[in-house]
């Protein structure tokens, strides 16, 4: 059987203290879990973004800090945001952010 995990030590501020590992430029990773499906903490510096891309599954986003924003909005601290499978966006941040982030799948950049 395998140990449940728990997150509870990341709220409110103790993900300062995760090690996180170079991801796209601007942006870092802290692996949580990774399998299916994979989570992670993403660490955006400010003005940092990711370039389109389409999800083969299910992502799921909480903001920890600061906001995010898409081409449908801009999200601030404890906005949970969905986008399904076979939906297509860019993300960026202006004043940098942390966003709790699980994949389903892997994501197709276009």
Not at 10 to 17: I, S
Request: charged content about 20%; overall charge negative; hydrophobic content about 40%.
């Amino acid at each position: 059987m395998t140990k449940p995990k728990s997150i509870s030590q990341l709220l409110p501020d103790g993900w300062q203290d995760m090690e996180f590992m170079p991801f796209r430029e601007g942006v870092e990773i802290c692996h949580l879990w990774q399998g299916i499906p994979d989570v992670a903490l993403l660490r955006y510096a400010p003005g940092a973004s990711v370039p389109r891309h389409r999800h083969l599954g299910l992502e799921t986003i909480l903001v920890l800090t600061g906001t995010q924003s898409d081409d449908t909005g801009t999200f601030g601290e404890g906005d949970l945001v969905f986008n399904p499978a076979g939906s297509e966006h860019r993300v960026w941040s202006v004043p940098g952010c942390v966003v709790l982030i699980q994949w389903e799948r892997p994501v197709e950049f276009i």
